[in-house]
Structure formats: C-alpha cells, structure tokens
C-alpha cells in the first residue's frame, strides 16, 4: 500500500508560480512511476507530467516548458513545480502512483492522494 499526501496548493495570480508535493509512504517508492493529474470542473482528468523510476519525465503539451516535475526518493517525495500559470491550469491537482513502467492513463494508476486546489486568477 501506498499513501500520498499532496500539499503546495493554493490561490495565485497569472504568470506566478507554485510548487506541489507530494509525500508517499512505504519503503519502495524509488520503484514507482509517479504521475501529476488535474482535474477542472466539467472536465475529464487528464495527465499532466510524469516520471519514472530511473527519472524520465513527460510532459503534456499545455504545460512543457512551464512546469518541471521532479522526485527525490531519499525523502520519498515528489514535486511539481509550476511557473508561468495560467488561468486554465486551474484545476485539483492529483499526485498518483504505479508501479514499474510509465503510464499517462488515470486507469493506469493504483494509488492517488487526495487532491490540492491551484486557483489562478487572471
């Protein structure tokens, strides 16, 4: 089992920046393909970066260059940082857990937090 903890949300202007993370629990972390999913009202839950065990990131094409996903096993911990925000990243924020090969499917992810708002006012 694994439970994550997103903290790091909150209430910014457009062109500001912020920083999520998300705290997991257990001893096997560093083997776990992590993943940062938004969801806006009305909307379908959609992938916005991930990372594997061995650090490869992807991105979705609305935030690339903007926001950098990052982990530190060592403090079982991952991050988003997010700059440049824009009115449509606002959004609940999931961290999300998997274990072994990369996914960019919600479907494909076993363990989830419970959500951080980022509200970006324009």
């Known amino acids: 089992q694994v439970q994550l903890v997103e903290s790091g949300g909150g209430l910014v202007q457009a062109g500001g920046s912020l920083r999520l993370s998300c705290a997991a629990s257990g001893r096997t972390f560093s083997s776990y393909t992590m993943g940062w999913f938004r969801q806006a009202p009305g909307k379908q839950r959609e992938l916005v970066a991930g990372?594997?065990?061995?650090?490869?990131?992807d991105y979705d094409d609305s935030v690339k260059g903007r926001f950098t996903i990052s982990r530190d096993n060592a403090k079982n911990t991952v991050y988003l940082q997010m700059n440049s925000l824009k009115p449509d990243d606002t959004a609940v924020y999931y961290c999300a857990a998997r274990y072994g090969l990369y996914s960019d499917y919600p479907a494909g992810y076993n363990y989830w937090g419970q959500g951080t708002q980022v509200t970006v006012s324009s």
């Open positions: 990372i594997t065990p061995g650090g490869s990131t």
